[in-house]
């Protein structure tokens, strides 16, 4: 049963091949065997997992149970899930026990899915290797040596790892794509506003999106299902007539299933001269994918994205000044950590916050601190929501042309642990191909396309505004023909 499918999961457990308790257990042992060295949980529970999985059992033997009961699924801890620690990968948040349920998991919860631990981040999500957590860095299954991506890699080392069937990520300028192409898995960032924020910590409130992280794209859609939904507690959720996402994934039987299907390539992704600098293998793997859509039917136009090339500048104006807004609530007053020492109270938030957050974090909050400040906000904060208007207006008339959008995940596969940390433009430029989505608020999604010198790459998809569905059709006829996402990391 490791290894196995959500869809497979969820036939096993409704043909009573195994019931929630077994399969809970499976992945409980298999996490107290992996996980000591690969570090993608902050947080297991065995207590609170299996009481879930006997409840879903008894779901399940009353012939109530819903597509996903049953099935344990690793929860990122950005996630506030009652009576669990919820840390958001911070020493700040380190003793929180959240007294209440995100939306997020309260569906999961709804559904019968069975909260599987929390798994490791950047602090605050403000990464793309995982290395900023308080609770150390995660390994990447496929080279231990080598980073998971971030900061959603602890779920993406859980998921490629097999400890976990599938996880939630969350996605502010890549953290779901990223780390999904750096471990060989289909991630999706939906559309802004589909997925409930409420509950799930706030980095940069304008670009975070939860989404799955998962095997395949039939499990994604799975996922997308219980995630998605209006929501009147989160003031930006988008009310709208619930999907069914996996409704366009059964077989048509056609040799061309993508027949009319067109595909967009920006020649800022693919152009000769300057490609983000792309590493040669992703660009071969990646147009290799697309020769392969091609041969699905669907037909190639090139676009233009001219603005995208400011997308990293105007996203470490925006997410930062949101972050430094964000993140004053933690102040040592009412929850989480408080300086042992001081001498007053402003004394005790000083201590506090120089204590409780690391340098990832204090750096964004001083740079959005000064880009918001009198006499800087014009020069730096206005021109950039400038720029995010011209982003999106470039993605209005790309789509007049094309209904999906490719290129690379990221432009380089897994790097080592260590390798960026002392650089952190170059940590920044690792969402080169990701941020502009999350600027525009458009939905995306990476998924398993070849290997560079042994490492996973990814290929992106970017489709218009609420094309989930679209997007995990175009990516589900791919996995239909290619076994790329199938390759799981030797242990
Ligand atoms: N790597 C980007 C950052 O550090 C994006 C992170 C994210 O999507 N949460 O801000």
Not at 106 to 131: I, P, Q, R, W, Y
Not at 274 to 289: I, K, L, S, Y
Not at 312 to 330: D, G, Q, T
Request: glycine share 10%; aromatic share 8%; with cysteine.
């Amino acid at each position: 049963m490791i290894g196995q499918t959500l869809k497979a999961l969820g036939a096993a457990l409704a043909g009573k091949e195994i019931s929630s308790v077994e399969l809970t257990q499976l992945h409980l042992d298999r996490i107290a065997r992996l996980n000591p060295e690969l570090n993608a949980f902050i947080t297991v529970d065995a207590e609170k997992s299996l009481k879930q999985a006997r409840a879903a059992d008894a779901r399940i033997a009353a012939g109530t149970a819903a597509p996903l009961t049953g099935i344990p699924i690793a929860q990122k801890d950005i996630f506030c899930a009652k009576d669990w620690l919820t840390t958001c990968g911070s020493r700040i948040l380190g003793n929180f026990v959240s007294p209440y349920d995100a939306a997020v998991i309260e569906k999961f919860g709804a559904a019968g899915a069975v909260n599987l631990g929390k798994t490791n981040m950047d602090e605050f999500a403000m990464g793309s290797s995982n290395e900023t957590s308080y609770f150390g860095q995660v390994k990447n299954p496929w080279d231990r040596a080598r980073v998971p991506g971030g900061s959603s890699g602890g779920s993406a080392a859980a998921v490629a790892s097999l400890m976990a069937p599938a996880a939630t990520g969350t996605d502010t300028g890549g953290s779901i794509r990223q780390p999904a192409a750096l471990c060989n898995l289909t991630g999706l960032k939906p559309t802004y506003g589909v997925v409930s924020r409420w509950g799930m910590i706030a980095f940069a409130s304008s670009l975070d999106q939860a989404g799955p992280m998962t095997r395949t794209a039939e499990d994604a859609a799975l996922m997308l299902n219980v995630m998605a939904g209006f929501d009147a507690r989160d003031s930006t959720s988008l009310e709208r007539p619930v999907e069914d996402y996996t409704r366009d994934l059964s077989a048509n039987g056609s040799e061309k299933p993508l027949q009319g299907l067109k595909v967009g390539l920006p020649k800022e992704f693919f152009g000769s001269g300057e490609q983000a600098g792309c590493e040669a293998g992703v660009m071969t793997a990646v147009q290799e994918a697309i020769a392969e859509y091609r041969r699905l039917g669907a037909e190639t136009v090139e676009i233009s994205l001219p603005n995208m090339q400011h997308g990293v500048a105007a996203y470490y104006v925006i997410a930062p000044a949101e972050a430094s807004s964000n993140l004053s609530r933690f102040d040592g007053v009412r929850y989480g950590y408080r300086a042992p020492e001081y001498s007053d109270l402003n004394d005790m938030y000083q201590k506090t916050r120089a204590q409780g957050f690391g340098d990832e974090v204090k750096r964004r909050v001083l740079i959005g601190t000064y880009v918001l400040s009198h006499g800087y906000y014009d020069a730096y904060y206005l021109q950039a929501q400038r720029i995010r208007r011209l982003i999106a207006q470039d993605f209005v008339e790309a789509f007049r042309q094309c209904d999906v959008i490719m290129g690379p995940t990221s432009p380089c596969t897994a790097f080592g642990l260590g390798e960026k940390s002392a650089d952190p433009v170059q940590m920044y430029l690792s969402d080169i191909y990701t941020i502009a989505v999350n600027l525009a608020g458009l939905p995306g999604m990476s998924l398993p396309c070849g290997f560079s010198n042994g490492l996973p790459v990814g290929l992106q998809l970017i489709g218009d505004y609420f094309s989930e569905a679209r997007l995990l059709n175009v990516a589900h006829r791919y996995q239909q023909t290619t076994g790329w996402h199938l390759q799981v990391a030797a242990e």
